[in-house]
């Protein structure tokens, strides 16, 4: 069956290269940039009304213009209170000393004196970088977005885990959302919500209301079942149940979900800038313009604290309940001492940076800033100027001979033979099901008139892909079968995940130049932890029995890596190539701005450019459906494959 | 009910908010001394686009209107084009101070949203041009009828066996793919994407003398750094503007004056702001320095300072003083 399966593959393969050679360059469906289709010149007229219909439809003036509104000073609120003067002042009603001594005191209070420590020196460092008013304005945006966020997503999540009817329609957009593109749907939003602080809020919620949704759902549903059962038994109503024993039961893991909640939201920090963000984005995006590396990793060292800082502080508040063992009297009475004077000590600072300047306002002359920027400047100086011949080199290998033949063999194809091809993939791997919905999805992205830069996006991230899974399977194994690796590696993966893509894409500019290797390499930065995670802990799952058993039999290592460790993970290797994809995929379209083309140079376009604003919004969604189609395909390969 | 968080986060709750009312009672000293805000100027937002010049521009504009004015500015980084219109007709883009679209502005303005308050005084020149080195080497490169001729030079992995034509960034003015197909050129366009990725072009290709055509533009910080590049600019064939609705006719870009643009909000204040946004006027070469000095790593505060303090003349001119 299996053996029969791979055939098919093959076979199908091999006639999809024939009929694309035999046929290269006809039905194309290539148009120039700035041509539309009649589907994409409607889009754009469409959107066109709407911005026109802003002051005038009712739908905005009751429903989206209020919205924004409520949302805009909410943010302002925060704003006010800790990153930007307040209306008829001069300094924000809490200063930066305030901000230090509240934030010790609370995460003190919440957990234990060495998270605070962290957090306090996290803090400085952001102010140090010279940052402070867009640290502030990040955490101002953070706050907005998480504290929304939890307040939708917390109650539609106990629902969600008290009902499997809700859960069964919540599903498909909690997939979905996992999958979307973050650059895909900024430009929707700001059509409706135009740019600044309300769209790239809402745009940040879109992305962490399914993390709350998921988490406490899934804290609901794997409660202890017994005390349920008892307080029923005692006639305790749905609410009493709810309130009294399910959430409080499932609480520690709530506060789980919202530390993740927090970090997808952090996550959002700089490419909401796109849309008018405040806060760290901002310099982020500036240096790639300006092209200044060193600017550009201040913000993003600024990021990764700021988002170390979130993450210890919620991931600690929800670690430090879980002892057994009751403090002593005499800890108890040490802690709450230790608690009323840093309590008095917030408190007094809070009243300095409202009084003193130096406590307000973080003085310019404690900054390390200058000097940060001069050594990263001088190592990237130094790596461009030595190794551009080696990454060049690889680049022209990489374009040659693989880019440029997938490109011709997905693009240059009849887009019937592609979406032939494509449906045929669908069919023996994921079934009938699976092959309909790649069909219907396909033929949507055709119908839409984007299909060849769809394809030019579909190789960049079937090669990023490629790349991604060459070195990630190989950390991953490594990892997985050596603690010492993942002690090694692990900061590296961690900081790597909270680094902003766009942080990293200036210095691959300059290794690669405007190509679109320069997409697919930070794609492959992007996806890499996220692959090396899953396959390390697919590699660390394998049974022990299987391998004693192996070694006994008196295999060598490099077969019990090839023989078991990794046809047991297969499923989850599997899964590792499908985020893997997911995630280069929403990155090389950020490859538009550094000459990568394909639909995200479109979307990227479409912003900016009133004639190709329909051609964006529809490039965005074939983003998507390109992203659809992918995931399905795998996870039911890996589903089948069990 | 009994909180999410316990009893803990109470108490935290309770100190934060015993700060604030005590932040709300204590004096606001600090704001007396932190300096004073004066003048019939209000409050008011400048858009930030961008590239160099622009940041030189706006720059100026911002520093002049808070030392001389007492504005209180805000500058908001944002994409050209219609995302800025569209925070201009929100409230909370007040100026563009530099607009080189070419009325594509027009739904915003017919509607009142966004008002043309005149030019900025830059010319804007738009072309191709080639790494100034090829001009010594290949003295009739720049005649756009011998482009063909050494298309094969300009190869790359990604332009599919044509030369690599490298077109500016998302948002500007980009006319290439109609330029190669007017001019019959053997060129595939690159969307490079950002003016960094241009300047990198530029640089490694003069540097290491290979081939490179590339999008480039006056006034722009890169003819600083390469001072031969304008020599460098191909010639197109004139358009034909006798039918300019013809999509497919345009051979070059045309050399365009630009536009400061500004909010109704601005535009009905009337205020000083208003005056100075309106006579703000200046030439390609004042743009060049300052923005020369920022590339050359002073900070834009810095280098517009120093561009008004040795100007002090023009900037009379601007504020009617």
Redesign the interface.
């Known amino acids: 069956m299996k053996l029969r399966k791979s055939y098919l593959l093959l076979a199908s393969v091999t006639v999809w290269i024939l009929l694309g050679r035999l046929l290269n360059g006809t039905h194309t469906l290539q148009i120039a940039t700035y041509e539309n289709t009649s589907f994409t010149s409607y889009v754009g007229k469409k959107a066109l009304e709407l911005r026109g219909n802003r002051t005038e439809s009712p739908a905005f003036i009751y429903f989206f213009n209020p919205i924004r509104g409520a949302i805009d000073g909410f943010v302002q609120g925060i704003r006010n209170l800790i990153a930007v003067p307040a209306p008829n002042s001069l300094i924000p009603i809490i200063g930066w000393l305030g901000v230090v001594g509240l934030v010790a005191f609370a995460v003190y209070a919440t957990s234990q004196w060495r998270t605070a420590l962290l957090s306090v020196s996290l803090l400085l460092a952001c102010g140090a970088l010279g940052m402070w008013q867009f640290t502030m304005d990040s955490i101002a945006m953070t706050l907005a977005a998480v504290l929304l966020s939890l307040a939708i997503g917390i109650p539609l999540g106990i629902w969600a885990g008290l009902s499997d009817r809700v859960l069964k329609i919540f599903t498909p957009f909690l997939d979905l959302a996992q999958i979307l593109p973050t650059l895909v749907y900024m430009a929707p939003i700001a059509l409706v919500f135009m740019i600044g602080a309300a769209s790239a809020t809402i745009a940040t919620m879109i992305y962490s209301i399914p993390i709350a949704i998921r988490i406490t759902s899934h804290a609901i549903r794997n409660l202890n079942q017994s005390p349920i059962e008892a307080a029923e038994s005692m006639g305790s109503t749905q609410k009493q149940k709810l309130s009294k024993v399910q959430i409080p039961m499932a609480k520690q893991m709530i506060v789980l979900g919202i530390n993740q909640t927090v970090m997808a939201a952090v996550s959002f920090v700089v490419i909401a800038a796109l849309i008018g963000a405040p806060g760290l984005g901002k310099p982020v995006i500036e240096a790639l313009i300006i092209r200044n590396v060193g600017q550009g990793f201040v913000a993003g060292f600024a990021v990764v604290f700021l988002a170390i800082l979130l993450d210890r502080s919620t991931s600690a508040a929800a670690k430090s309940q879980t002892s057994f063992i009751p403090p002593t009297e005499k800890q108890i009475k040490t802690k709450r001492i230790i608690l009323i004077v840093s309590a008095i000590l917030a408190v007094v600072s809070v009243f300095m940076s409202r009084t003193m300047l130096w406590a307000a306002v973080w003085p310019k002359e404690v900054t390390i800033a200058p000097q940060v920027a001069r050594v990263t400047n001088n190592i990237t100086g130094w790596i461009l100027e030595n190794l551009t011949i080696f990454t060049v080199g690889f680049k022209d290998l990489i374009s040659y001979s693989v880019l440029n033949p997938l490109e011709t063999q997905l693009a240059a194809s009849p887009w019937y033979v592609t979406v032939g091809m494509i449906v045929a993939l669908a069919l023996i791997i994921g079934g009938t099901r699976t092959a309909i919905l790649a069909f219907v999805l396909a033929m949507a992205i055709v119908l839409s008139g984007l299909w060849y830069e769809a394809m030019l996006t579909l190789t960049q991230t079937i090669v990023g892909c490629m790349l991604t899974m060459i070195i990630g399977l190989a950390l991953g194994i490594w990892t997985g079968r050596s603690d010492r690796a993942l002690r090694v590696l692990r900061p590296f993966l961690d900081a790597g995940q909270t680094l902003p893509a766009f942080v990293y894409l200036v210095p691959m500019l300059g290794l690669f130049g405007p190509t679109r290797f320069t997409a697919i390499a930070t794609g492959i930065v992007y996806a890499i932890p996220v692959v090396v995670k899953i396959v390390s802990e697919g590699i660390r799952a394998v049974p022990h029995a299987l391998i004693e058993a192996a070694t006994a039999a008196g295999s060598t290592t490099r077969q019990i890596i090839t023989k078991v460790q990794l046809p047991a993970a297969k499923k989850t290797i599997l899964l590792a190539t499908n985020q893997g994809l997911i995630y280069v995929l929403a990155v090389v379209v950020i490859g538009g701005f550094v000459g990568a083309g394909g639909l995200g140079y479109l979307v990227i376009a479409g912003n900016s450019k009133p004639e190709l604003q329909g051609k964006g919004l529809i490039a965005g969604v074939a983003i998507l459906l390109l992203g659809v189609i992918f995931d399905r395909i795998m996870q039911a390969g890996a589903r089948r494959s069990t | ?2 909180s ?3 009893r ?2 109470a ?2 709750t309770v ?2 908010a ?3 009312i ?3 009672c ?6 007396d ?3 004073e ?1 004066s003048g019939d100027c209000g409050s008011y937002a400048i858009a930030m686009h ?3 010049g622009y ?1 030189a521009s706006a720059q100026v504009l911002a520093e002049v209107a808070k030392q001389e004015l007492g504005c209180t500015i805000t500058q ?9 219109y ?2 201009m ?2 409230g ?1 883009i007040d100026v563009v101070i530099e607009d080189w679209g070419g009325g ?1 502005w027009k ?1 915003w303005t017919d ?1 009142g949203a966004v008002v043309e308050a005149g030019e900025n005084g830059n010319i804007g020149i738009i072309g191709m041009y080639v790494a100034p080195w090829m001009v010594e080497k290949y003295p009739d490169i720049t005649d756009s009828k011998n482009l063909n001729k050494y298309a094969a030079m300009f190869k ?3 332009s ?1 066996g044509k030369g690599a034509w ?1 077109e500016g960034p ?2 500007y003015t980009t ?1 290439g ?2 330029m190669v ?1 007017a001019n019959k050129l053997n060129f595939k ?13 530029f640089i ?1 290709a003069e540097a290491n003398k290979t081939a490179f055509i590339g999008y480039a533009w006056q006034p722009w910080t890169l003819h600083s750094k390469l001072p031969t590049l304008e020599a460098a600019r191909v010639v197109f064939p004139a358009n034909d503007w006798s039918d300019p609705a013809a ?1 497919s006719g345009l051979t070059d870009y045309p050399s365009t004056p630009l536009l400061k643009l500004i909010s109704k909000k601005l535009n009905d204040a009337n205020d000083s702001f208003t005056s100075l946004v309106k006579n703000f006027s200046w030439t390609n070469a004042d743009q060049n320095s300052v923005a020369a000095d ?2 050359g790593g002073m900070t834009a505060e810095e280098a517009a300072k120093k561009w008004i303090a040795a100007n002090a003349a023009t900037v009379a001119s601007w504020i009617g003083k």
């Open positions: 009910m009994k999410l968080f316990g803990r986060s108490v935290v100190v934060i015993a700060a604030l005590l932040s709300g204590s004096s606001s000293s600090v704001n001394s932190a300096g805000a961008a590239w160099g940041t908001t980084t944002l994409e050209e084009g219609p995302v800025s569209d925070a007709e929100a909370t594509r739904d509607r790359t992995a990604d599919g490298f998302t948002g006319i793919e109609k197909s366009v690159i969307f490079s994407g950002s003016e960094a990725a241009l300047v990198d072009g490694k999509a920022l590339e």
